[in-house]
């Protein structure tokens, strides 16, 4: 694995699945990460299993369909964080379609 640059990733639909392990290996690769998800207890689960495995990360309950609230969100990783460079796009929702 290359070394790389340590950086701030904002990962949404964060607490679990594909969003959850995605978390999990930026964090392992020595980013910083904000977990966002719906239910902001849900995604700390992962943020703290993050930090228990040594690494930095922060829980954000966010709804992503809500713009202020997404800013509202980001500023919080910025204070808390660092300003993010990585987004992974994650959140979404499954419907049946029939």
């Known amino acids: ?3 790389t640059t340590p950086r701030v990733a904002i990962v ?3 607490a679990r699945g594909i969003g959850a392990a995605t978390a999990h290996r930026l964090a392992a690769d020595g980013h910083a990460v904000a977990v966002l998800d719906l ?5 700390e689960t992962t943020a703290e299993e993050i930090r228990s495995a040594g690494g930095s990360a922060l829980a954000v309950g966010v709804d992503v369909a809500d713009e202020p ?3 509202k969100a980001t500023q ?3 204070q808390e964080l660092g300003s993010p460079t990585i987004l992974v796009n994650n959140a979404g929702i499954l419907r049946d379609i029939r």
């Open 1 to 3: 694995m290359t070394p």
């Open 12 to 14: 949404t639909g964060g």
């Open 39 to 43: 239910l902001e207890e849900q995604a």
């Open 69 to 71: 609230a997404v800013e």
């Open 76 to 78: 919080r990783v910025v």
